[in-house]
């Protein structure tokens, strides 16, 4: 069984920074790929980030130089950290797991999610 609870979603400014959380219960071990999605009202979710087991990191263009994804293996849990927030990285953010050390950029190449967790972010 395998669980993952995200938190630290929330509303704030364009310039603004959040952290967002996700616990991720069961499912560990080296041969993994957690990445963060975000999902606006009637558009597909769309991969922003991604870390693989042996700390690989990948992020989409318009992303890069402001997110970070970090995972706290003791605490088994994932992060996205996102600096410099834009109007346009509102929506719900998912994390998710795929069994592999293959990350991917497609959403239905991982078969685990959390419930997600709203961002908002204002001009």
């Known amino acids: 069984q395998v669980d993952l609870v995200e938190s630290g979603g929330g509303s704030v400014q364009a310039g603004g920074s959040l952290r967002l959380s996700c616990v991720l219960y069961g499912g560990s071990g080296d041969g993994r790929c957690l990445g963060w999605f975000r999902q606006v009202p009637g558009k597909e979710r769309d991969w922003v980030a991604a870390?693989?087991?042996?700390?690989?990191?990948h992020y989409t263009d318009s992303v890069k130089g402001r997110f970070t994804i970090s995972t706290d293996n003791a605490k088994n849990t994932l992060y996205l950290q996102m600096n410099s927030l834009k109007p346009e990285d509102t929506g719900r953010y998912y994390c998710?797991?795929?069994?592999?050390?293959?990350?991917?950029?497609?959403?239905?190449?991982?078969?685990?999610w959390g419930q997600g967790t709203q961002v908002t972010v204002s001009s």
């Open positions: 998710t797991l795929r069994v592999t050390n293959d990350c991917s950029i497609r959403a239905a190449m991982y078969p685990y």
């Open positions: 870390i693989d087991g042996d700390g690989l990191t």
